[in-house]
């Protein structure tokens, strides 16, 4: 069994972080349960999740029913609407009761519009209050974070974004190594959405560690010295992705790796028409 516990990056507060996590975006409720339940077993300590995914209870039903004890896990969750301070209070509440924990290791502003300060002055209070050991954000450039940074309390300790060796993000990933935040990767494996997994460069990388192009990918990751947050609801991709914990690439290989990088595409974040449909999602929802 592998067991990441110790695996962990050290946060701006003090607190430890495990590097390798298992994000469960897209898995059905139902499923949740199961594969987190699954995860724990294997040695995974980090699970991430998020307002927004609508699968809080299981993940907090499969704590419940590991064997693991809670201050050995770091579990994640994400705030999904920033309408206003008193919502969000609400919200935190209601993230807390899904999971039917105390608190949380790590609670991020998923989204970088809206009214952020609100959501962060939230944080913030629970943080003090200690029903959060952590606060972050997710999907925030380098100008949303140094706004955040200059007019906020409390620095986030965590930005998890998107990075693949096609995208890997390093202008963010360099921002944040800057300013003490901890850079966590989520879609690290391209989300199947490219040819990532059958690039020929990272195929022969994967031949000559005897490792699949994933764990070789996460290796890379790893290398960096960030965070992960990979998905699977397959058990062996659930052992392989822990797996890559155990092995390093060479400088060499590394470098060959980040050579991949292409010129990064417009996201979803920088379409208006998404923004707008995203925000007035939450306010319908108030």
């Not at 007019?151 to 060796?165: G, I, L, T, W």
């Not at 400088?251 to 920088?270: C, F, I, R, Y």
Request: one cysteine or more; a negative charge.
């Amino acid at each position: 069994m592998a067991d990441n516990s110790k695996e962990a990056i050290e946060l701006s507060n003090g607190v430890r972080m495990p590097r390798m996590g298992l994000g469960v975006f897209k898995v059905d409720p139902d499923d949740v349960r199961t594969v987190v339940y699954k995860a724990l077993g294997m040695g995974y300590r980090l699970v991430d999740t998020a307002q927004a995914y609508g699968n809080e209870r299981g993940v907090g039903d499969a704590i419940r029913a590991s064997d693991v004890p809670r201050d050995q896990l770091f579990v994640t969750t994400k705030m999904m609407r920033n309408v206003g301070e008193k919502d969000a209070q609400a919200d935190f509440e209601r993230s807390l009761g899904e999971l039917g924990l105390d608190y949380v290791d790590l609670c991020l502003v998923h989204m970088p519009f809206g009214d952020v300060y609100g959501t962060w002055r939230v944080l913030e209070r629970e943080l003090r209050r200690g029903r959060v050991r952590a606060i972050g954000v997710s999907n925030f450039d380098p100008v949303r974070l140094q706004d955040l940074i200059s007019n906020a309390e409390v620095a986030p300790m965590v930005n998890q974004y998107q990075s693949n060796p096609y995208a890997p993000a390093e202008a963010v990933a360099g921002f944040c190594r800057m300013h003490g935040i901890a850079f966590q990767a989520w879609g690290p494996l391209g989300q199947g959405k490219s040819r990532l997994l059958s690039d020929p460069v990272l195929e022969g990388i994967a031949q000559a560690h005897g490792c699949s192009v994933a764990q070789a990918v996460l290796a890379w990751q790893l290398g960096r010295g960030i965070a992960v947050v990979a998905k699977s609801t397959h058990e062996e991709r659930l052992r392989q992705n822990l797996e890559a914990t155990r092995f390093s690439l060479t400088p060499e290989e590394m470098l060959t790796v980040s050579a991949l990088a292409k010129p990064e595409e417009a996201g979803m974040l920088d379409n208006p028409a998404f923004v707008a449909h995203l925000c007035a999602g939450w306010h319908e929802d108030a």
